[in-house]
């Protein structure tokens, strides 16, 4: 068996993707040249900047190109090796996508602490985890008793997030899609409020939840209900942008958030985050969460889809809100 499967875009969605818009092609499996190892990938990290990047829209990332390879977060094992730093056996992290063999280099990978586990390594430590503290962080914001409200909530890094703000002493009221999830918010991660953004109270919700304001908004979603929340801004409160989630998942530009006239008039600080701009914020996320997750004070919840072919169909189950926490695919065991 020299075979390796790659799944690469076929065509480009015009709202959500499904397996319809990818192509599973089988390849021969790559062989290391000088320095470089062979690497089997076991599991992959799904991430909704996967599914922005199936589209023709351009941010700060660029779009995949028909027929290129979709890129993502994975951890693999080295398999052979002609890089002395990546003996055979070891566990590495790194973006490989959507492969089951890669030649990588030292360097471009991380090694991974024999026996620390997929979900350590691909949420808590990677791009969810340090996202949520980074992005605390960047917010400078956080005092005891302050009412912290996060979308997706049970999502990779609103997960996160909720058990962040509950440490720094933070109110937190944590939205999610469905009971099943608010459920999880509230029972699992434990935030003080749980709301499931779907019901048709939700003003009424909000109203009980955060009588006063929000005085921090870690927001992951954008769009209808970003603006709605909006609605709720306190005097001075800091909201802090990091997903458009809802924007992303549409083929309407109006999908976007619009509303800036109540935080304008309440004098927030409306903070842009972008982690590829965030070095020294990320830096120290890594530090500190590698210190929570050892000492067992933060854990990550995962969905995990079973198969390498199974990667498009849970690409949009998790952007469709059908996963808990964030979705790993099991390519290999
Ligand atoms: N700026 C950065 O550097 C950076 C870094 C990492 C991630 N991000 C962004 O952070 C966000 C979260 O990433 P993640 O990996 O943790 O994903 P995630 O939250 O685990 O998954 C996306 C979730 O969004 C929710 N959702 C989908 N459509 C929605 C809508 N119309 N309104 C409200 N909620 C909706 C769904 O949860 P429900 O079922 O609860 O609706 C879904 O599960 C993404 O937008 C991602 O691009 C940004």
Not at 123 to 139: F, H, K, R, W
Not at 305 to 324: I, K, S, T, W, Y
């Amino acid at each position: 068996m020299t075979e390796n499967r790659v799944i690469r875009l076929k065509a480009r969605p015009v709202e959500l993707p499904g397996p319809e818009h990818f192509e599973i092609t089988a390849e021969p499996r790559p062989k290391p040249g000088p320095g470089e190892a062979l690497i089997q990938i076991e599991a992959a990290a799904l991430s909704p900047w996967q599914g922005q990047r199936l589209k023709d829209f351009r941010n700060y990332t660029k779009p995949f190109e028909i027929g290129e390879v979709i890129d993502g977060d994975t951890l693999g094992r080295v398999m052979q090796s002609n890089a002395p730093e990546l003996p055979v056996g070891t566990m590495i992290a790194g973006r490989l996508g959507w492969r089951e063999w890669a030649v990588t280099t030292p360097g471009t990978v991380e090694i991974v602490q024999e026996g620390q586990s997929a979900e350590t390594t691909l949420v808590t430590l990677s791009s969810p985890g340090l996202t949520a503290y980074a992005g605390l962080n960047a917010a400078k914001r956080g005092m005891p008793g302050e009412t912290l409200v996060v979308t997706s909530a049970a999502g990779g890094v609103g997960s996160h997030v909720v058990q962040l703000g509950l440490m720094a002493g933070m109110r937190v009221v944590g939205l999610a899609g469905g009971e099943a999830k608010r459920r999880i918010v509230e029972e699992k991660l434990g935030a003080h409020v749980a709301i499931d953004y779907r019901a048709a109270d939700l003003e009424q919700q909000f109203a009980k939840a955060f009588p006063n304001g929000f005085d921090l908004f870690y927001d992951t979603v954008g769009g209808a209900l970003a603006d709605q929340i909006f609605e709720h801004t306190a005097k001075f409160a800091t909201i802090v942008l990091v997903g458009r989630t809802a924007a992303n998942n549409s083929s309407n530009p109006g999908a976007d958030m619009a509303n800036v006239r109540v935080p304008w008039g309440q004098n927030a600080n409306i903070i842009g985050f972008n982690r590829y701009d965030r070095p020294l914020e990320w830096a120290e996320a890594r530090t500190r969460m590698e210190r929570l997750a050892a000492d067992g004070k933060i854990n990550s919840l995962v969905s995990w889809a079973e198969g390498f072919e199974a990667a498009p169909q849970a690409l949009q189950d998790m952007l469709a809100g059908r996963n808990v926490g964030k979705t790993l695919v099991r390519f290999h065991s």
